[in-house]
Each structure stands twice: as C-alpha cells, then as structure tokens.
C-alpha cells in the first residue's frame, strides 16, 4: 500500500513538472517581412524617395554653387591682393564647410523622416504580434531577423525573470521597468 502511495506520489510530482515545462511557448517571427508586406509601405517608399530626392537636389545646387565660386576663385586669384586671396578662401573654405554640415544634417533628417513614416507601420505590426501571441498562449517571441542574434519581442507579464534577477542581485524592482 504504501508503495503504491508513494509511487503516486512520484507520479503526481513528474506530471506537475512535465505541467509546468509546458507552459513556456516561444515563437519566432520576421518583423521586417511582416512590414514589407503592409500596404502602407509602397506608400512610405515613394514618400521617403521623394525626401530623399528634394534633399540631393539641395544638396547639389549647393555643391554647383561652391564649384562655380571656386572655379572664378582660381580664374581671379592671380590678380587678386593677398589680403583678397586670402579673404576669398576662407569665404570658400565656410561654404565648403556649411555643405558638409548640410550634408551631415541632411542625413540625420532623412532617417528622422524614415523613422516618422515608419513608427505607426511598426506600432501596428507589434501590436498584432503581442495580440497574436497572447490569443495562442505564448509566452516568448523573437525576431528571427534582427542582425545574428535573435530579439525578444514579446513576453508574458507575469514572468518573473527580471524580478528574480533584480533579487538576486539585491536591487529592489520599481513598480514599472524603464523604457527603453
């Protein structure tokens, strides 16, 4: 009798455990072929291609102006004072360093304007994955194509990791994480 509680026992305890493995469920997904495949997005390329072309436009018409003002430079210099050659140069040298800046601005505003378009696309695309994953019960998705190592993109409220980290390491957890 008591062998057959105690192999009950045993069989509760490996059920319970084979119960709770079950329970982890994680799923890989390719966020930027989901987003390729928005409607939205034949409409962000030809937006963000026509930034892109109004910005080289500015930026050659800027780089024709300087190339024709150095151009007389070079023609003029010769019968120029020093005081003039230099005073010119230094005009010369502030225009080509105004382009560059423009250059680097034009840059920085580009990707401002490619993540303007793109963040309500991204927004939607996480908020299915996050529906999707909480309709079919699972508790851990990654991107399968975020560079070499997969990211994780969603993951159960209630999984604990992160406190059991923080109290492993004796830091008390706030009432919400930080924003990334």
């Not at 490619?114 to 996480?126: C, G």
Request: glycine residues 4%.
């Amino acid at each position: 009798m008591k062998a057959r509680i105690f192999l009950s026992a045993i069989a509760l305890f490996c059920f319970g455990f084979v119960a709770n493995a079950q329970e982890v469920k994680i799923g890989y997904t390719n966020v930027e072929y989901i987003m390729s495949l928005m409607p939205e997005m034949e409409q962000i390329d030809a937006d963000i291609k026509d930034y892109s072309n109004q910005l080289g436009q500015q930026i050659q018409t800027k780089s024709t102006d300087f190339q024709r003002q150095a151009q007389a430079f070079q023609q003029a210099a010769p019968n120029m004072t020093e005081d003039a050659r230099n005073t010119k140069q230094q005009e010369l040298q502030k225009l080509q360093q105004e382009i560059q800046k423009f250059e680097q601005d034009a840059q920085a505003g580009y990707q401002r304007k490619l993540q303007e378009l793109l963040q309500p696309v991204q927004t939607k695309v996480y908020n299915a994955i996050n529906s999707v994953a909480a309709e079919h019960n699972y508790t851990h998705i990654l991107s399968e194509s975020a560079g070499q190592a997969p990211v994780l993109l969603y993951t159960k409220d209630n999984d604990p990791f992160t406190d059991l980290v923080l109290a492993k390491l004796g830091i008390e957890a706030t009432e919400e994480p930080a924003a990334n």
